[in-house]
């Protein structure tokens, strides 16, 4: 029974897999949660949660926790919409956990760990407080597109629905920092001041984690807006851009690519593309 157009939304899901029921802190108290994280997260090993150290960005644009705010924006064209939604109805799966699972190959292609580990804000229910939770995916393995979407839709359902708790104490149970330096948020706009400094979505919430990159969506059945927040001395509007269109690369091929592995996909932009062919000819005719 597919809606009739839209999105699939986690909550939605969360609701239809638990009626009834209400995730919390209280559910089990500080033991269950604290046994929950420390065998989620456990051990780091093979697992990146800083992408901003494995990015070119140079001296002058380096990704710094105290930096000015800046942003690049893109809005979905209307082709890779309806391919997206059509492809979360037919198999599913929310728009949260195609974002997310585009997020994790990109952190994956830039850092070469088998798990990226990075914050999302605002998957679960709408009708509590929005919420921060580290979310660790697995993208190397022999696992295909549709298998490993639904494995991890799972784990955002349980993790939102089962493991509520502040982001500092979950900090401290998993016993290493940081627990990430990027965040994935749901359902919000970014709004500019008059400086030009972009609005963190993370002020929404009472964490001082400060994210390097928050990759931020806002979505309506008709359009879906994607802005990159970074923290940087100075602008580096050309490599930020170009981090945001590899991602948008990776969400189209994840669709378009069922029966592939996530570690098969490509994320060569347009550009990068144009770049490569250039110089194969001037090799080609040195």
């Known amino acids: 029974d597919l809606p009739a157009g839209g999105w699939y939304r986690l909550d939605a899901l969360d609701h239809e897999a638990s009626p009834g029921e ?29 992408l901003a150290k494995a ?7 380096a990704i710094e926790d105290d930096g000015s705010l800046h942003y690049v924006s893109e809005l979905i064209d209307s082709e890779l919409l309806r391919t997206l939604q059509v492809f979360g109805r037919r198999h599913g799966f929310a728009i949260e956990t195609l974002v997310a699972a585009a ?10 760990a088998r798990c990226s580990q990075f914050g999302v804000f605002g998957a679960g229910h709408r009708d509590i407080a929005p919420t921060l939770v580290p979310v660790r995916v697995r993208t190397v393995g022999r696992q295909k597109m549709l298998q490993w979407l639904r494995e991890l839709q799972t784990d955002l359902l349980r993790q939102h629905r089962e493991a509520l708790a502040p982001i500092e104490r979950i900090r401290e149970w998993a016993g290493h920092e940081p627990l990430f330096d990027t965040m994935v948020a749901f359902d919000h706009r970014v709004s500019v001041d008059g400086d030009g400094a972009a609005d963190d979505a993370s002020q929404s919430q009472s964490s001082p984690l400060r994210p390097r990159f928050e990759l931020v969506t806002a979505a309506t059945d008709d359009s879906l807006e994607l802005t990159l927040i970074y923290r940087a001395r100075t602008p580096d509007y050309e490599k930020a851009g170009a981090l945001l269109e590899q991602f948008v690369v990776l969400l189209e ?4 690519n069922p029966d592939k592995m996530p570690s098969a996909l490509g994320m060569r932009t347009r550009a990068e593309s144009r770049e490569r062919f250039w110089k194969t000819m001037e090799a080609t005719t040195e």
Do not use: Q
């Not at 995730?23 to 994280?37: P, S, T």
């Open 103 to 112: 997020w994790a190959v990109l952190m994956n292609r830039h850092t070469k």
């Open 22 to 50: 209400e995730g919390g802190e209280d559910d089990g108290g500080d033991e269950r949660l604290r046994d929950f994280w420390t065998e989620r997260l456990g051990l780091a090993a093979d697992t990146s949660s800083e």
């Open 55 to 61: 990015l070119p960005f140079g001296a002058d644009g």
């Open 253 to 256: 091929g994840i669709v378009s």
